[in-house]
């Protein structure tokens, strides 16, 4: 059974930092490219990060997360993390782990919930 598990969302304020991560299980992790998606209220799904097979694989990032957040994996553990540094209010939505296999399936974590605020 596919399992992708975030966690490490919460509350913070403006400026501050968050780490999420994401737990796979159930397919072959290292084959997969993994990305992270952000959700805000009421808008669109939209890829944030993404990292591809391997630990040091090519990583990038959209526009408005590039030079604060942070994706990388360890795939002797079948994670995926996303160091998030100054965090701004725009930031704020779910946070969803994506498996990606070009051609091939595509897996989904139910989400983790980012709030910033003072």
């Known amino acids: 059974q596919v399992q992708l598990v975030e966690s490490g969302g919460g509350l913070v304020q403006p400026g501050g930092s968050l780490r999420l991560s994401c737990a796979a299980s159930g397919f072959t992790f290292n084959r997969y490219w993994m990305r992270w998606y952000h959700q805000a209220p009421g808008k669109e799904r939209e890829v944030v990060a993404f990292?591809?097979?391997?630990?040091?694989?090519?990583?990038n990032y959209s526009d408005s997360v590039f030079g604060r957040f942070t994706i990388s994996r360890d795939n002797a553990r079948n994670t995926v993390s996303l160091q998030m540094n100054n965090l701004k209010p725009t930031d704020t939505g779910l946070y969803f782990c994506?498996?990606?296999?070009?051609?091939?399936?595509?897996?989904w974590g139910q989400g983790t919930q980012v709030t910033v605020s003072s």
């Open positions: 994506n498996a990606f296999a070009p051609g091939g399936n595509a897996y």
């Open positions: 990292i591809t097979e391997s630990d040091d694989g090519f990583t």
